[in-house]
C-alpha cells in the first residue's frame, strides 16, 4: 500500500500524543503520558504493516529493484518520522509542561537531527520512480537498519534493567518517549529487513 493515504493518520496521532503529553506531564501523569505516546506508536505499527503486509505472501509477483528501492524508501521515511516525533515531543513536553529537566533540548535537537539526516538519505537513496537505486545501496541500508534495530533494543534493556520508567526523577517523560521509540524503531527495524529479504529473493533486473 501506498504510504501517502497512511500519513493523515499518522500525522494526528503525532500531533495528539504530543498534545496529550503536554497535559499529562503538566499534571505528572505518567500513566496518562504513556497512553498518549503508545497512541503515536500503535498507529506507525498499523501503517508499517498496511505499508509491508502485501510484500510478505510466498507466492507473490516478482519484483524489480525498482519496487525493492521504493519499499526501502517508505520505511526509511516512517523511521525519520519516528525521530522526528521523538525530538518534537520532547521538546515540547520540557517547553510547555513546566517540567524541568537540564539535558532536554540536547537529547531532543539530537533527535531532531538523526529525523534530518535519515529523512535525507531517503530521498538520496531513491525518488518515487525509483531512480539511484543500486543493490549495493540498498544492502547498506538494510546493514544500517539491522544496526539501528540492536542499537534500539539496548536502549530498551537499558531503560528496563536500570530503572528508568520508574524513576523520580524529571527525565521521567523523556525515559517514555525513549522507550516507545525504541520499540516502534526495533519493530521498523525488523519489518523492513523482512520485506528487503522476501522482495530481495523475488527481485529481477529491469
Not at 502485501?54 to 526509511?76: E, G, M, S
Not at 516525533?85 to 539530537?110: E, M, V
Not at 549495493?136 to 534500539?152: F, I
Not at 528496563?160 to 523520580?168: E, N, V
Amino acid at each position: 500500500m501506498p504510504l501517502k493515504p497512511l500519513l493523515p493518520a499518522l500525522l494526528l496521532a503525532l500531533v495528539m500524543s504530543i498534545v496529550v503529553g503536554v497535559l499529562a506531564a503538566g499534571r505528572n501523569s505518567g500513566f496518562t503520558l504513556a497512553l498518549a505516546v503508545a497512541l503515536f506508536g500503535l498507529q506507525m505499527l498499523f501503517a508499517l504493516v498496511r505499508s509491508n503486509a502485501p510484500f510478505w505472501q510466498n507466492d507473490a509477483a516478482p519484483a524489480h529493484y525498482a519496487i525493492v528501492a521504493l519499499c526501502v524508501r517508505r520505511n526509511t521515511l516512517l523511521a525519520a518520522l519516528v525521530y522526528a516525533w521523538g525530538a518534537a515531543a520532547i521538546l515540547a513536553i520540557y517547553s510547555l509542561s513546566g517540567l524541568n529537566w537540564r539535558h532536554w533540548w540536547q537529547y531532543g535537537a539530537a533527535m531532531a537531527l538523526v529525523a534530518s539526516a535519515v529523512f535525507l538519505y531517503a530521498h538520496l537513496l531513491t525518488d518515487e520512480q525509483g531512480s539511484y537505486r543500486t543493490p549495493r545501496a540498498l544492502n547498506a541500508l538494510m546493514g544500517l537498519t539491522v544496526a539501528q534495530g540492536l542499537a534500539v533494543v539496548g536502549v530498551l534493556i537499558y531503560l528496563i534493567a536500570w530503572g528508568k520508567l520508574a524513576t523520580p526523577r524529571s527525565d521521567w517523560a523523556a525515559n517514555y518517549i525513549f522507550a516507545t521509540g525504541s520499540v516502534t524503531l526495533a519493530l521498523l527495524s525488523a519489518i523492513s529487513v523482512l520485506t528487503y529479504r522476501r522482495l530481495k529473493a523475488r527481485a529481477v533486473a529491469e
